[in-house]
Nanobody, 122 residues
């Protein structure tokens, strides 16, 4: 059973930076895709950035140029470096993972962390 634990959230002023971490364990297949999502009350969940099983990276337009997704060498852990933060980046951020395959191609993730809160004040 894959377990994902996020950390690194906090409160910052606009223009500040944060680095989110996602520690993963329990992987039983050779390859997974992973992603960061965020959710704000009253809004739909948004996929912020993702890493496909082949390493292809994608970003939401709202964070391009400001957020950077990465993995460690083991590919077990996921990170999200966030700079030039804006108040609209305030949300609960979640790490997600899925076994490489059709679900990954569709950006459908079966494993989720509990989330870490990011609050950006103006």
């Amino acid at each position: 059973q894959v377990m994902l634990v996020e950390s690194g959230g906090g409160s910052v002023q606009a223009g500040g930076s944060l680095r989110l971490s996602c520690e993963g364990s329990g992987y039983s297949y050779p390859s997974y895709c992973m992603a960061w999502f965020r959710r704000t009350p009253g809004k739909e969940r948004e996929e912020v950035a993702s890493v496909a099983a082949d390493g292809t990276i994608s970003y939401a337009d709202s964070v391009k140029g400001r957020f950077t997704i990465s993995q460690d060498n083991t590919k077990n852990n996921l990170y999200l470096q966030m700079i030039s933060l804006k108040p609209e980046d305030t949300a609960m951020y979640y790490c997600a993972a899925e076994v490489a395959g059709q679900s990954c191609d569709l950006h459908l993730y079966g494993y989720w962390g509990q989330g870490t809160q990011v609050t950006v004040s103006s």
